[in-house]
């Protein structure tokens, strides 16, 4: 990964008129039009994101930085919104997958910021780890969305969308990370008998060898657009409906991962991977050549890294759930052997 550099121009939440200026510059800001308000939105991992209110409307202001936001000591490509904004440019021509995304109202690469549409009143669906199901009609949405996305053939597509960097960061906390040698977190001090969970599946060579396999797949890359994050921090449930979000991990590759990801996160919800798999092969329209066994081992993988992994979700199971799923999840990647 090439040395991230840093925006020229770097937002500063505490300090609004700054913010009016650049906003300004760039005709996005009235000459008269003050911001009132400047507050997180949101509780994103990657980007500082701000809604900024005026008087007379409110919108989302976007800005990568050289590195994740919530961990700053973690490296990150800085041209990722710029990514994201090649995605939103992208599924504008499509108004299926657009009418479900704020609009793009604005981008500045040099200083690496997004003007997005504010959705408004809105919450995540990250309740699904606390109990709070994915309504039928919610899923069957997101479904909808994803099999159009990925039936979308991009005949010339934005070199951006090739998203490289993004894919190679993610590849390492994905696939490689978790399973490594490295103990990055302290894992008992979170579910005391993790560690030996986690040291069990390291020393899986089977499953070690698939999951590496698979991240092999990830990097290859493929036929469809994908969102490239799809689990409940990307869903929002607004009084129009459910909205998708943040597509700075999007890249051209296989569905399957898509797919794999929203099983395990559902798996995690407290669905069996039989529930899972029905629900979404029940409304997901699957491009030609899709196979199932593929996105199930996708699956596995983001249970293992979800669990023993950087990325923590705000679970509170115990280890006996734990160990439950991290075997679930090391069966999922076995049924990939033969695809991988």
Same mark, same amino acid.
């Given at each position: 990964?090439?040395?991230?550099?840093?925006?020229?121009?770097?937002?500063?939440?505490?300090?609004?008129? !700054? $913010?009016?200026? *650049? @906003?300004?510059?760039?005709?996005? =800001?009235?000459?008269?039009? #003050?911001?009132?308000? &400047? +507050?997180?939105?949101?509780?994103?991992?990657?980007?500082?994101?701000?809604?900024?209110?005026?008087?007379?409307?409110?919108?989302?202001?976007?800005?990568?930085?050289?590195?994740?936001?919530?961990?700053?000591?973690?490296?990150?490509?800085?041209?990722?919104?710029?990514?994201?904004?090649?995605?939103?440019?992208?599924?504008?021509?499509?108004?299926?997958?657009?009418?479900?995304?704020?609009?793009?109202?604005?981008?500045?690469?040099?200083?690496?910021?997004?003007?997005?549409?504010?959705?408004?009143?809105?919450?995540?669906?990250?309740?699904?780890?606390?109990?709070?199901?994915?309504?039928?009609?919610?899923?069957? !949405? $997101?479904?909808? *969305? @994803?099999?159009?996305?990925?039936? =979308?053939?991009?005949?010339? #597509?934005?070199?951006? &969308? +090739?998203?490289?960097?993004?894919?190679?960061?993610?590849?390492?906390?994905?696939?490689?990370?978790?399973?490594?040698?490295?103990?990055?977190?302290?894992?008992?001090?979170?579910?005391?008998?993790?560690?030996?969970?986690?040291?069990?599946?390291?020393?899986?060579?089977?499953?070690?060898?698939?999951?590496?396999?698979?991240?092999?797949?990830?990097?290859?890359?493929?036929?469809?657009?994908?969102?490239?994050?799809?689990?409940?921090?990307?869903?929002?449930?607004?009084?129009?409906?459910?909205?998708?979000?943040?597509?700075?991990?999007?890249?051209?590759?296989?569905?399957?991962?898509?797919?794999?990801?929203?099983?395990?996160?559902?798996?995690?919800?407290?669905?069996?991977?039989?529930?899972?798999?029905?629900?979404?092969?029940?409304?997901?329209?699957?491009?030609?050549?899709?196979?199932?066994?593929?996105?199930?081992?996708?699956?596995?993988?983001?249970?293992?890294?979800?669990?023993?992994?950087?990325?923590?979700?705000?679970?509170?199971?115990?280890?006996?759930?734990?160990?439950?799923?991290?075997?679930?999840?090391?069966?999922?990647?076995?049924?990939?052997?033969?695809?991988?």
């Amino acid at each position: 990964m090439t040395t991230p550099q840093p925006p020229r121009f770097r937002i500063d939440p505490r300090d609004p008129a !700054a $913010l009016a200026d *650049w @906003l300004r510059a760039r005709g996005w =800001l009235a000459p008269d039009e #003050p911001i009132e308000d &400047l +507050a997180l939105a949101g509780e994103g991992n990657m980007n500082l994101t701000l809604r900024v209110v005026t008087p007379a409307r409110s919108f989302i202001v976007k800005q990568s930085r050289p590195y994740v936001e919530k961990y700053p000591h973690i490296p990150a490509p800085a041209e990722r919104v710029s990514v994201e904004a090649a995605f939103y440019r992208t599924v504008a021509e499509v108004p299926a997958l657009a009418r479900a995304m704020p609009r793009l109202l604005g981008a500045d690469d040099g200083d690496r910021v997004l003007l997005l549409e504010d959705l408004g009143e809105a919450s995540d669906l990250m309740s699904v780890y606390r109990g709070v199901p994915v309504a039928p009609s919610e899923r069957r !949405a $997101l479904l909808s *969305w @994803l099999g159009t996305l990925h039936a =979308l053939r991009v005949t010339d #597509p934005d070199p951006l &969308l +090739a998203n490289r960097a993004m894919r190679e960061l993610n590849h390492a906390h994905i696939f490689e990370l978790p399973l490594g040698d490295v103990d990055l977190l302290d894992l008992d001090a979170m579910t005391p008998g993790l560690a030996a969970e986690a040291a069990r599946l390291r020393h899986d060579r089977a499953c070690v060898d698939i999951v590496r396999a698979l991240g092999r797949r990830y990097l290859g890359g493929g036929d469809s657009l994908l969102h490239g994050d799809f689990y409940p921090g990307s869903w929002l449930r607004t009084p129009a409906g459910i909205r998708v979000i943040d597509p700075e991990f999007c890249f051209v590759g296989p569905p399957e991962f898509d797919v794999g990801v929203m099983l395990g996160h559902a798996i995690l919800g407290g669905e069996s991977p039989d529930e899972a798999f029905a629900a979404v092969t029940d409304g997901y329209e699957a491009p030609a050549g899709f196979d199932g066994a593929l996105a199930g081992g996708f699956a596995g993988v983001e249970v293992i890294r979800r669990l023993i992994g950087v990325a923590q979700l705000p679970i509170s199971a115990g280890i006996h759930q734990k160990r439950e799923w991290l075997a679930v999840a090391r069966q999922l990647v076995l049924e990939a052997a033969g695809v991988a």
